[in-house]
């Protein structure tokens, strides 16, 4: 089973930037790279919604429209690591951020498409 692990969150002012990544371990060799990854988050009082993914061997990306040109996701597939790059934040952006795993290599923004998730990350903008 996969599990992972993000890191990066914190508190910041509107318009900075951050920088997520999340680890994965329990994969086996070459693996990784056949996984499709994504991020979500979710705010206080709001449900859990998807933020970005990117499919296997660093294909096909797509985004939320409310973070279109400002984030960016990408992956290191030789150290098993997801990223997700965070330009001109927002209040609105206040969320935790969770990591996700979909093993069938190919997802979309939707909860169900993702198998395995991570505790998740705490990021505070202020305005």
Known sequence: QVQLVESGGGLVQ??????????ASGTSEDTFSDYALGWFRQAPG??????????RMSGR????????????ISRDNAKDLVYLQMNSLRPED??????????AGFATLIEDDFDGWGQGTQVTVSS
């Open 46 to 55: 709001k449900e859990r919604e998807g933020v970005a993914w990117i499919a």
């Open 14 to 23: 509107a318009g900075a930037s951050l920088r997520l990544s999340c680890a």
């Open 94 to 103: 206040t969320a935790v951020y969770y990591c996700a795993v979909s093993i």
């Open 61 to 72: 990306t797509d985004y939320a429209d409310s973070v279109k040109g400002r984030f960016t």
